[in-house]
């Protein structure tokens, strides 16, 4: 098996334990179908999310790589697209506005800190 299968596997597993079977509770304050930016690097190459913002001016939110600031890299898709790209997202979905959640790896834990 190759081993983006099993993390993929590993990860549906967990969020699947934590959330129960009979469908995800949905904890963040935007609804699935809400829009926010990522980039075409976590889209398209399956970069992992490392960088998370919760903007305070509209609750909007971004869920990046952290590679890379050009806006021809900037996409828009649903917060449910993002989540499900990356259920680790579950795990800071109570972020406040006005803060941002970083990690090294998809393997460390968010560092969380409030925006300046």
């Not at 009979?22 to 398209?44: C, E, R």
Request: some cysteine; aromatic content about 12%; hydrophobic content about 40%.
């Amino acid at each position: 098996m190759n081993m983006k299968f099993i993390l993929i596997l590993s990860l549906l597993s967990f969020t699947l334990f934590t959330y129960g079977e009979d469908g995800l509770d949905w904890p963040f304050d935007q609804a699935k179908n809400v829009a926010t930016i990522t980039t075409k690097q976590v889209v398209k190459e399956s970069f992992p999310i490392l960088m998370v913002v919760h903007y305070e001016e509209d609750d909007s939110w971004a869920f990046t790589c952290g590679t890379t600031n050009k806006s021809e890299d900037l996409m828009v898709v649903g917060m449910g697209e993002a989540v499900n790209l990356d259920p680790t997202l579950y795990s800071i979905a109570d972020l406040p506005p006005g803060w941002s959640a970083t990690r090294e790896s998809v393997n460390s834990e968010w560092v969380r800190a409030k925006d300046e």
